[in-house]
């Protein structure tokens, strides 16, 4: 199936989209019509849906999946897409949102095993519990949302992504670093961003809840190691100790964080979460471009725009 | 009993006086001597005790009271007091901590009904039953903490004092935007620093627990909240509410607190919080100096020094 | 009379309406044209004159009334009115420009009957003397004008809206602590913002004034304290406290005062002024949202969206 | 007469010396002693007088010229001056404050010539005569006063010394930049910190004023400026454009102006004065060392130590 | 030539223009089109290549000059130009890149020979050697090249200008403040922004260069004169400080000097620059208003508008 | 030999010491004498030598050794060493530096090998060439320079520690992202820093030299690559780029990197260096202190005293 970002202009479409948002709109002649934003893996085209009836309205939802055959034509330097025929898929489609929206590329059985592996190295039975118990019950959750609405891991699966990468991050580190201890390394790895399944509104398309906006990823989830502890009959430093690595995991308050990291695996579970953050927005906007080319602003990175060397890719060819 | 602040030099000392701190010196020639901060409620004088012996180093602690005699000298212009006899004062002595230290202008009993009375005003039962549940569980603490370390009601039963000045006004700018709900309002400021009692380490010569230090006062409040909501067993937008209302009392990141108000009664709170407090130092400050002078510098309020009008003075008599 | 935000497309208005403003435009084919912003008290229409007369350009001028008649249409998303028929409303029409702007929910006669009232009750002669003086001399433009822009009481008699507000403010926050002195709060609250009936353009669709951009309301009203204090023959400190005042009275250098506030009475005049600037701001975006939802982003708010409460509309069921 | 920065341990003072500062103790037995800041133009030295009477208190007061004997000893480090005898200089021991403190290097007849034609040479005679009045009321003081209390001109005259500099430097500039007005830049330099005279207290160890301290030069300036307009009948945008030069000739609100420059002349002037009292404060510390060393840190820039460098004395010798 | 900026609607063209800059797109039926941006002296306007050609692609770059016939129609307001003839200029045409861009009022011959005077008064001979060295080395480019992209200078020959107008301002500043050493003073300015010839892609248009970005005009000197110094055998501390003066010229690491001025003369340096650059940005914005108006907004500036008083154009006529 | 660190009050010091400071003193009877900084691995004391002669002046220089004999003493509160015998230790006391003072628990050859290899692994000949040939340059004082004068790695061979260990974080990063060019990170690791053998005067009680004043290691090493590239003849965007990562390794202007990092081994570069300077400072901070205790305040952590967990403690001895 042609992906939406390869038609171009006078090609017929006929393929399954995901819709991502839908407007309302009235033609000059007081005809109501929809604006529909559509998506797979390779990018969006927008459509318009002329002469609209209240049931399109209520069916045509995002994150719903539609089949739609139409024409391409351009609007201002854009292609848009002139509907001839549009339906919601069905069961019997066989299509499913995730082979519409990227997705992490990681396999959803490793993730679980690698995790479940750091824990299980975890030699304090209090850290190690904790842990568990959190990541057990958000374990669906985890590996299916988003690490971000935006900038960086913002696709499905990212916050798993993010967290398996930190955890290696970790665990070379405190290689090098031996005073450096992995239970509170890992354990605040794994919990630090757990609070976006609260946050969030869901794997896809993923909005801000009320509970995010209100009181945010970070108080969601101090508050859940406390709760844990309670249930678990769990006392001592360590639970403030973890209350803190995710309290103070943003590095100071301008960035969000009421208390700056006053363990030293909180700073560098801050340093750490930086690297893997940047790294992904890095690569991403420099796999867009050639060598010898700069990428497009990157606006979490100060809006800054990051060059390709051509050396690079010489060098390459070389070693290959 | 005369106070310490009325001493001259060459006078002679006979009274109780409390431990504010203790540091061990050792003289040139080896020998071994304390130097010990005392305090009543008028201010405190430093007292030398040579050749203390480690029992004397035992039993001399912060907060413990004594009684002591002794002459008043002075050195680099500052009196010292020159210890002939000290020792720890007894139940017999029938000396209490609060006869030494400034305390709050309020009386318990008050204190206890006006804040009962505001949260029977309550209307909304979600709210009221989490925040009369939180109040009760510290209620001995906030009758006898003060609401800081310093700058502002950083006395005994400063917290009481605070909380009390702010559900007054309160009440009275409610009056005025009939939109506020007084619910809101009140368990905003009866809950805004509960957190304190964890906070701070006593009611006296307060120090940072170790809690307070990682996590905060306004975490360790939120988390509270969420704890007595499962064991009332409430549920509901309620509870978030609370929570955000203490997380964002401080109004914004850099000031401590993650979340910006994003309710008219957070906003609110905050101002109220402000008011109070300011009014606190500022009054303070301005009962020290006579009309026509200028304050000492408050380094909370920017460091400013506040003028005391001539004419106010004036005024005053032409109204008695 | 229907209002301009209820029309639908294809309906045909007969109205009067205010220009707020006039573009002129050439078409392709060099004819010319204006497009005209019209208001009432329910919001803008735009509107275009197609091959309108150097006649037309004189006459079609922001403020003035104008009697239309047109059909409505749609261009891009937005309603447009189609004139067939314009002219400039005159006497016998009818209709004043205090029909079609939204004004403060105030009495002309009750605000002033309450300053004068606040005036009456100072003690200090000077301080009542020079506020009476500067009140009366601005009466009128004080009863007319916003006291913004923009933000927050941008509206018709904004300014008279907000003093009054805020004096009823100062007289409660004064009788919860009874060291502030009120002659010098009533003052301030009436003096504060004065100094914008010169630097705004008017009462409707203000812009800044020359005097506005190069002084500010702040300067210009601390230079008129001083005249006023020569023209009455009036000396002493209490010159110079009310103009610290109204210097001080924004806070800040950063946010416009060269000087902080010194006086305890300027402190607490900043933080009315803020009390009541941000509740007008909260409540008109709280109006046009649903209990449940989220308001617009307020800019001068740091750009929050606030939150309206599902819970309270059920309160206020139960109250009533 | 000796200079007080020249004489070493062991010495004995005949010496006449101004007061600066006077500090009461009290020694170990109780007895009474002042400590005496005393300066001649060399420097300072501080001066003991044991077993001070309240006559003493009361006539060894700041800016009293004292004629005294005593030795120079030595107290951790610094030289300290042991009394022998003290008295008030009189009418008839001929020594002048000037003789005792620094001044600038200036002549007060030619200085007022200088000033009175530039004024002369304005053309705009609104602008020419309200310069003229605040100069002729304020001569005597203008002559006097330092331009600050520290960091640059801050000695006798210094206001006087800084305003001849930026003249001069406002012409220069203007003859390179034809478009600027010199009517503007003249009258922007004499008036910029004429408010000083009543910022500060007078010409020796000046403090801030009442009205300094409440009001700032900037603010009383801008009034002056109002009132001598009525006073001469004067209107016109000049009036206000003077006004808003002095307003804002700090440049930015964080820097004390609550606007910024908005006419061309008055950035120049903001320039201008940068350029005079960096110079000023760059000078003279360059002065106090050798080529190839680096000054003590400049606190007003920015803390910075500047380096002398060595070749600039070598072509100095190539030169002569 | 009637110039771009003064066509009407309706009028036809038959000029030279020069090529800012070109897009290409493709109608709704897919045929492709180009939409160039030309400009002279006067302004800029766009034209609309239909059916253009892969050669037409080819040869219609940016910079080059065209001969082009056609018709002004309106589109949205703006002129655009509707091409009935392009084709590129030839040599024969005799119309130069010069004749078609805004360039500095400066005579080149001139410039050298002003520049090559205030080399040959220097003193010291390792400063005018390296001076002398690299001003010959880019005299070409320096002679051509803009000041800046934008904000200031922005024009051919720009950098010329600015530094001719920064040397007679040292040599002002110079006479006043004699302890100024004009080798350093000449040298920094004639230095300062020649690093401009490497960090901006030409005269025309000028874009930030690969070294531009990844170094920036002040390091790229810096190392020049490093360089430079090596090539000529000068070894001393005038070296490092010629390097100091351009490293610091902007004054704050914030500002992209890692280190501020620590020689008086770099700290004239920077507010010399800071003179002519804003008098450059104020002149030419002020040249486009009438008396009594304001600018638009300069962004450089703090997003300022300037006004121009009524009065100096009075002034004038009384002058003439 | 005891180390100063571990004498008592009473107890007779006979010990060679190195001087780290001196400064000259006069009695209050006029009497020479000096207060000389002594120190050893262990810390330091102070000791006095009065009646001191031009000779002792001239000898007792910092960075010398000598023998000296004495006897502990206390003065206010602190350790004092009163001298009986002093002497400078001469090649035959066989008393190194090394001996005195702390350094990196490094072996050179080791790092030699080390820091060979890495660049021995590079592909890039250019990239290789260049980090060889200023290695080589360097080598002898690379290896004895601290990294800093205070803050991290501030003892002997500071700077080779801090580089083998970003080495292996660059290292281990790189295997966990395979885009980064491991050549470029490890050339901009072992640069980075080497302007510090030229900012600062040696690899004890460093010091800031001229040219690390007035330039700074950054722009010192930015220049010694452009010259390193011109004398090995080398060209080609690998030099602009490594001068880039030099330039950017700060992150930002205003910590001193006027360009931030364009190429994504800067920004990891930059992180790499903040994960090992502040491990060095966190380890040895919490190595002063015991479980369950907060250490002293570490001023470029922002300040923070860093907590050691209690629990970390016993999961030791449970693991050994």
Redesign the interface.
């Known amino acids: 199936m042609k992906e939406v970002n390869h038609y ?3 090609e017929q479409v006929d393929n399954y989209l995901l819709i991502k948002s839908v407007t309302k ?6 005809k109501p019509f929809l604006t529909i934003m559509l998506q797979d893996k390779s990018g969006e085209i927008e459509a318009k849906l002329w002469d609209s009836t209240p049931e399109d309205e209520e069916s045509l939802c995002p994150q719903n999946i539609i089949k739609i055959t139409g024409d391409v ?3 201002r ?1 854009r292609n848009q897409l002139k509907i001839k025929t549009i339906r919601l898929a069905t069961e019997m489609d066989q299509v499913r949102v995730s082979d519409l929206v990227e997705s992490a590329p990681i396999n959803e059985q490793d993730v679980i095993e690698t995790i479940t592996n750091y824990i299980f190295e975890m ?2 039975p ?1 850290i190690q519990r904790i842990t568990r118990y959190l990541f057990k019950k958000h374990q669906k959750d985890f590996m299916a949302y988003p690490a971000a609405t935006k900038n960086h891991h913002e696709y499905v699966s990212g916050l798993a992504h993010h967290v398996v ?1 930190m955890l ?2 970790a665990r ?2 405190a ?3 031996p ?1 450096l ?1 992995t ?2 390394l890992y354990a605040g790895v794994i919990l630090h961003d757990l609070g976006k399944v609260t946050e969030l509104s869901g794997s896809v398309a993923a909005q801000y809840t ?2 995010g ?4 990823h ?2 969601i989830m ?2 859940e190691v ?2 844990a502890a ?1 249930e678990l009959e769990i006392e ?3 639970v ?2 973890l ?2 690595l995710i ?1 103070s995991h943003h590095g ?13 695996e909180g ?2 579970l801050h ?1 750490i979460d ?2 893997d953050a ?2 992904n927005m ?2 991403r906007a ?1 796999n867009k471009v050639q060598p010898g080319e ?1 990428t497009e602003r990157i606006f979490p ?2 809006n ?4 390709k ?4 890719s010489n ?1 390459a060819k ?2 290959s």
């Open positions: 171009k202009v006078g709109g009235v033609t000059s002649n007081g034509t351009s609007y330097g030699r304090n209090k990468s290696r991050l070379e580190i290689a090098l670093y005073s201890d239970d509170l009320f509970e906006k209100l009181l945010g970070i108080s101090v508050n406390g709760t309670e001592g430093e360590e403030t100790i209350q803190h309290l100071k308050a301008e960035w969000g964080s009421p208390k700056s990291p006053l363990i030293k700073e560098i340093l930086n690297i940047k790294m890095m690569e420099l700069f990175l100060d800054r725009s990051f060059y060397p051509e050396f690079q060098d070389v070693r």
